[in-house]
């Protein structure tokens, strides 16, 4: 989060993608975007919206992933 804070803070566009709590992304300022990255569906939607922004994506940064219990082979 700090990262979009500090984006945001110099001015550019942020879009924050989220499975939840858009309202509170948008009173930071952030531009929110359903995004379940273990969504097949969210993530193939993502593509089109990135592609479709005027100005295009100057940077990308992935804070997001998934983890299991158990044992690491």
Excluded: C, I, T, Y
Excluded at 34 to 44: E, M, N, R
Aim: glycine share 14%; hydrophobic share 50%; aromatic share 6%.
């Amino acid at each position: 989060m700090a990262a979009a804070e500090a984006f945001h803070a110099a001015g550019w566009r942020v879009l924050a993608g989220a499975r939840s709590g858009h309202a509170a992304l948008m009173d930071k300022g952030f531009v929110p975007v359903q995004l379940d990255v273990a969504s097949a569906g969210d993530v193939a939607d993502l593509r089109p919206l990135l592609e479709g922004l005027e100005g295009g994506v100057d940077a990308l940064v992935n804070n997001a992933g998934a983890s299991e219990d158990g044992p690491v082979w």
